[in-house]
């Protein structure tokens, strides 16, 4: 049993064939799915796949890409949707100096201010940070996130600030980049932080692991993230499978069996 605890099937590049691929996956061995949305109208998305398939659940918020045009009344339809069954995180949100699509106070500002939202609701948060590292952390710390915990996902830190997440009542999720050549940094990563804290995820239909790399990628490529993680740690497949699906079951506070 596996947990793909971040994917996107809102994504236009499953416009065809989402159903499909989902059930595909679930009947392939993956037990639960997240789906991280990005605006409003992917919320609305997440909830309707979460209420179609017991093995799937939602998380919402704002990604940092997706800003423009958001202001006080998108919280309050955040709110309405975080308070619906199956809502398991506030996500995805954080920071994104790579793309800068918004002006950086901006991101900061609706990052804050959703991390109030998971405080309020007692969710944890599933946070998007590229080459924003110090920023993402220090707005942790001074949001008091640790009260509701959460993850980044798609890691890209150092071990360091692994360790120092992880203080923070963090844990850490590792998506297809770790089966790519140059994965150096984050081998290392999901070699030295403890068991109980790492995660696994596809981010599909992004990020693609190999050997699949260049495909669209689904949540039942988890697999090969999972298999890499046993060779990392020198561990059976099924010993991080579960590992893994423990840990998500935690951090996301999921009761039901995996079907
Ligand atoms: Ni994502």
Redesign the pocket.
């Known amino acids: 049993m596996l947990f793909d605890t971040?994917a996107?099937y809102d994504d236009e590049k499953f416009i065809e064939d989402r159903f499909d691929v989902i059930e595909k996956a679930h009947s392939s061995g993956v037990s639960y799915i997240i789906n991280?949305s990005t605006d409003i109208k992917s919320c609305k998305e997440s909830l309707a796949f979460a209420q179609k398939y017991e093995y799937v659940y939602a998380a919402v918020g704002i990604h940092p890409h997706e800003l423009d045009g958001v202001d006080d009344s998108t919280l309050a339809k955040l709110l309405e949707f975080a308070k619906e069954d199956k809502v398991v995180a506030i996500g995805?949100i954080g920071l994104d100096y790579y793309y800068d699509t918004a002006p950086r106070e901006i991101q900061q500002h609706w990052f804050s201010q959703q991390i109030d939202l998971a405080r309020e609701l007692r969710l944890p948060i599933i946070v998007?940070d590229r080459d924003a590292h110090q920023d993402s952390v220090d707005i942790i710390k001074a949001q008091k996130a640790s009260e509701v915990g959460g993850v980044f996902?798609?890691y890209s830190g150092s071990v360091e600030m692994a360790k120092e997440l992880i203080n923070c009542n963090f844990y850490i999720s590792v998506g297809g980049s770790l089966t790519f050549k140059n994965a150096k940094k984050l081998v290392e990563v999901v070699r030295c932080i403890p068991m109980e804290r790492l995660l696994i995820e596809t981010?599909c239909p992004y990020l693609t692991p190999e050997p699949h790399r260049g495909k669209r990628n689904d949540s039942s490529y988890v697999r090969f993230v999972a298999e890499k993680v046993a060779e990392i740690r020198q561990m059976d497949f099924e010993e991080v499978a579960e590992a893994t699906l423990r840990n998500a079951k935690e951090l996301f506070k999921i009761k039901a069996p995996g079907y």
């Open positions: 971040h996107h991280a995805e998007h996902h798609c981010d």
